[in-house]
């Protein structure tokens, strides 16, 4: 919609012309009549199809944006007049010209268009949405691990086994195998519905409940079953009963430990490839299409070789060499993972294919001019 404080004639004019109206004889709301409706008289305007009002003031700006916050809209203003700059401020994203706008309108907004060209918001929509999206995936990527991490002291009190991951086994993973992985989500490029989503909602949070339910409960449930499966495939292959003493210096204890280890990691590749989309299939997506992720997923797998198959791993960490046997065991669950992870984004691509278009877009927004 065009609020403005330019003559009735002019915002029609220019409405018709940028088809943000179908006529050219569309209604034009003023000032004057904005001062005689009452705020439910406004919210009824305002749920109409195609607004236009003019010979506007601040305050008639600001209340229109007020109006359709209070309806439920996500609203964006844009301006550079110094007479919008309360309305850019109330709104949930102002936007100001940067070279034709004033100093007064740019300091109040949330993002400047540099070159005045409208069509700049739509690439920072997609930038700023894209950003989000990556931290959410760092965040739920890195949240992971703590599970397995965390279940072995759980087993080891209440169960009575040999710790199955030391200390600082959970340090390599935390500060070192996790790394370059975890960052390289930061580099990853918008799927393909990145802009077809609709704004996110205010009550929203960064760590939101499903967020927290798909790292702990979810992946993080996958990880911590496939490492103590292998765990437990390595002590009782090796004749370990439940309730006997395993000495740490014993090199069945360091393949245990070992493989219990090199379970995460092989489940955390999987991991990244799970967080790298929300809807879109990592298939069509490109598992190597991230180049970054590729050398991060690399430099895990060097790590992981390096801390349970050489000697400076193994003094240092207390592991031991594994057999094939004992590296084949959490396949099946990093495979689990990402087949479950593509069944999901499928229901919710599905999902979205049976909503109306006009229920996925966002909102209408209010626009000064």
Known sequence: MVVSGDHPL??????????????????????ADLAGWSSAALRRALAGEEMLFARTSPLDKLRIVT?????????????????????????????????????????????????????TIVAAVEEGRVLYGNIRRFVGYVLTSNVPEMLPYIAFVLLGIPLPLP??????????????????LATESAESDVMKQPPRPR?????????LLSGYVLWGLFE?????AAYLHVLLAGGWQFGDHLALTDPLYGQAIAAYFAAIVLCQVANVLVWRTTHQSIFSKGIFSNRAVVVGVLTELALLALIVETEIGHSLFGTASLPLASWLVPI??????????????????????????????????????
Request: hydrophobic share 50%.
């Open 67 to 119: 109006a359709l916050q209070e309806m439920g809209h996500v609203v964006a203003v844009t301006g550079d007049g110094v007479n919008d700059a309360p309305a850019i401020k109330r709104a949930d994203i102002g936007i100001a010209m940067g070279k034709s706008g004033t100093d007064v309108t740019r300091e109040a907004a949330d993002m400047v268009l540099m070159d005045d060209n409208f069509t």
């Open 224 to 228: 911590a079953l496939a490492g103590f």
């Open 203 to 211: 009550s929203e949070r960064l760590l939101s409940p499903r967020l």
């Open 332 to 369: 099946p669950f990093a495979l689990a993972m990402l087949g479950l992870a593509e069944l999901l984004k499928a229901m919710r691509r599905a999902r979205n294919a049976q909503v109306p278009p006009a229920a996925r877009e966002p909102r209408p927004s209010g626009s000064p001019s």
């Open 10 to 31: 002019t915002v029609q004019a220019i409405a018709f012309e940028v088809g943000i109206v179908s006529s050219a004889t569309a209604a034009v709301h003023t000032g």
């Open 167 to 184: 200390v600082l086994l959970i340090l390599a993973v935390d500060l070192g195998t996790d790394m370059a992985p975890a960052i390289a």
